[in-house]
Every structure is written in C-alpha cells, then in structure tokens.
T-cell receptor, first 109, second 116 residues
C-alpha cells in the first residue's frame, strides 16, 4: 500500500527553527508537495520538490531525498502566524496525490 | 485575487437527506477535485474532473456523485446522507491536465457537514 508518515503534532518557540519530517512509500514518484493549513481555512501551497536537494523560499525550505523516501520542511525565525497544520503529499506514478495526515505545529511565545 | 469558493461553510443535515455542495473557481482551471478531510487521516479524493461533463472516481466515491455542467462549477452530491459522511469537504482546482510541473492545487475554505 501507499503511505505517507509525518508527526501528528510539534511544538516550537517563536524565533526558533523547526523541521517537520515526511517519509513516504508510494507506487512511483512524480513530485512532493508541502501545503500549509491554518485552522478553519483552505490549505495553501508552500513548496514542490521533484529533484533531490534543498529548495529555499524565504523563511521556508524543503528538502527531498528520493532514495530515502524522505522530505522535510524547515521553518526558520518562527512567527506566531506559522501556527498551522503542514500537509505533505506525494504524486505517484499515476500522477495521483497521496496525502499525509498533517503535522499540527504549535508556536509558543 | 484568484479563488475557489465553496458556497456553504457549515451545514447540518438529517440522515437520508439529499445534500448539494457547490464549488466555483474563477481561474479558468481545467481540473477540479472534491476531497474529504477527517482528523488523523490524509485528504481523501472523492471525485475529480478534467473537463466539463467529465468525471472520474477517486479513492472513496461510494455514496457520492458529482456534476460539472460548466467549467467553473463542480458540485458534490450526497444522494442520501449518512452519519459517516459527517466531515470537512474541500474543493480544489488546478491549471490543466498536464502532469508535468507542479500543477498546484488551489483549495476552497471547506464545507463542514454534520449529518445527524
């Protein structure tokens, strides 16, 4: 079966750095996505990785290792507004998205 | 600002009722999707559509149907609502049928349905 694993919940301090991991086992691989979802709101796109390595976008970076079936989302200089759920999704060989259950990130002052 | 609009944010229905969830996008996107989101589970695809009047079953189509009569509108229908359909329903759209590149999903804010 296909599976995406990410931690259920993480807590971090304002101004710090946090890394949210995502491991996957899917039938093929055609890209990995990270979305952010604030409570009661729509998920919004953060990043897309299809090749190994680090993609940096401001305070957020996303890393991919296809050989290890692993990705992480790195959030720097955390702000209170970063409190949200972070969803990892992999596009499989049929170009269908497989979603993780999401990681709820709690930022404390 | 481009958007996907879901007409109802909160609905409460009774078992056996017919339920319509409407979704409209203003981005001229080809693809539209209906997902349900439940605690502890990843998003699960119910139905999707790559073109007007076209529909494809997702992972959990049982108990649902869809309609896409116009490009911008994709409706989800629960013919006879049941309590296990209590959930958050998310509509999304993406640019075109190309499988290359990111082809990012734009989501609506969701419709929270409670079936009593």
């Amino acid at each position: 079966g296909q599976n995406i694993d990410q931690p259920t919940e993480m807590t971090a301090t304002e101004g710090a750095i946090v890394q949210i991991n995502c491991t996957y086992q899917t039938s093929g691989f055609n890209g990995l996505f990270w979305y952010q979802q604030h409570a009661g709101e729509a998920p919004t796109f953060l990043s897309y990785n299809v090749l190994d390595g680090l993609e940096e976008k401001g305070r957020f970076s996303s890393f991919l290792s296809r050989s290890k079936g692993y990705s992480y989302l790195l959030l720097k200089e955390l702000q209170m507004k970063d409190s949200a759920s972070y969803l990892c999704a992999v596009r499989d060989s049929n170009y269908q998205l497989i979603w993780g259950a999401g990681t709820k990130l709690i930022i404390k002052p | 600002d481009v958007k996907v609009t879901q007409s109802s944010r909160y609905l409460v229905k009774r078992t056996g009722e017919k339920v319509f969830l409407e979704c409209v996008q203003d981005m001229d996107h080809e693809n539209m999707f209906w997902y349900r989101q439940d605690p502890g589970l990843g998003l699960r695809l119910i139905y999707f559509s790559y073109d007007v009047k076209m529909k494809e079953k997702g992972d959990i189509p049982e108990g649902y149907s869809v309609s896409r009569e116009k490009k911008e509108r994709f409706s989800l229908i629960l013919e006879s609502a049941s309590t296990n359909q209590t959930s958050m329903y998310l509509c999304a759209s993406s640019r075109d049928g190309s499988s290359s590149g990111a082809n990012v999903l734009t989501f609506g804010a969701g419709s929270r349905l409670t079936v009593l």
